[in-house]
């Protein structure tokens, strides 16, 4: 089978496609034949090595959590799944981003009806780090909060799941982004120069919460704007957040089946738009990654083996 491999820390010029043993279902675990898989920041991260004292790669090191595929053979003693089943789930491996993966039966769930491969497929990262970073922050109907990279990956998810607390939403994003945050509820501001005046303008000068999904100075953005540090959580800045006592949780906060489960129901009843910004076939795996680490991308972007 074909899979996604690096023999090296580099650029996106080190990934490679190459063939591979197909893997045997253990027990307790389930083969599924991959249709989807999102790739994240965090990917590439630990592929430069700018992650190796907290995550060290061993080489060669495959790739890839999210996926979403069909059960092609069940390990002894698999409980609630068979062949033939279409799931989405995760692996702790890095080895989604194949087309074939071992995945323990308790982190898979069924896929529902109405649910796209692509959005399948890219949910557990993205959506599990965004429910985890909204109940960090617990927003209230009374509140304000403040949503940076609002048209991310994760931001987008998480201005959706804020707004349903009945929060006041207010999105940070690039203007072309604004009229997608206004459809949702999301009061959209543009980031760079002067955003905290207008955050203050569009907030009443009031903000009980923040969730930083891109880092770049929004933890002390969010200090400067009056927020008590226990409502601040960051995915992406630690060190700032260990300075001013603000939170840092993120998708191992919430990474379960019952989780992407329930994410999986609103998204496929039309109650959680998980936007999908390109799918790439697994041999162009690079030029996904590219598009990835310019940072400008609205949602998320998905392999398809």
Known sequence: MKAVRFHEYGGVDVLRVEEVERPVPGPGQVLVEV????????????????????????????????????????????????VGDEVLGFTHRRASHAEFVVVDDVNVVSRPNGLSWDVAGSLYVAGTTAYATVFAVDPEPADTVVVSGAAGGVGSLAVQLAWRSGATVIGLASE????????????????GEGVADRIRQASGGNVDAFIDTFGDGYVE????????????????????????????????????????????RLAARGKLQVPIAHAYPLERVRDAFRELERQHTHGKIVLRP
């Open 35 to 82: 249709r989807a898989a999102g790739i994240q920041p965090g990917e590439a991260h630990i592929r430069t090595g700018a992650l190796h004292e907290r995550w060290p790669a061993t080489f060669p090191s495959g790739q890839g959590s999210d996926l979403a595929g069909v059960v092609v053979e069940v390990g002894p003693h698999v409980r609630g799944f068979a």
């Open 176 to 191: 072309r982004n604004h009229a997608w945050l206004r459809d949702r509820g999301v009061v959209p501001v543009a980031y």
């Open 221 to 264: 953005l969010a200090v400067e704007l009056g927020v008590r540090p226990e409502r601040i959580n960051t995915i992406s800045n630690w060190q700032a957040a260990a300075k001013v006592g603000a939170g840092t949780y993120g998708e191992g906060a919430a990474a379960c089946a019952v989780v992407l489960g329930e994410l999986a």
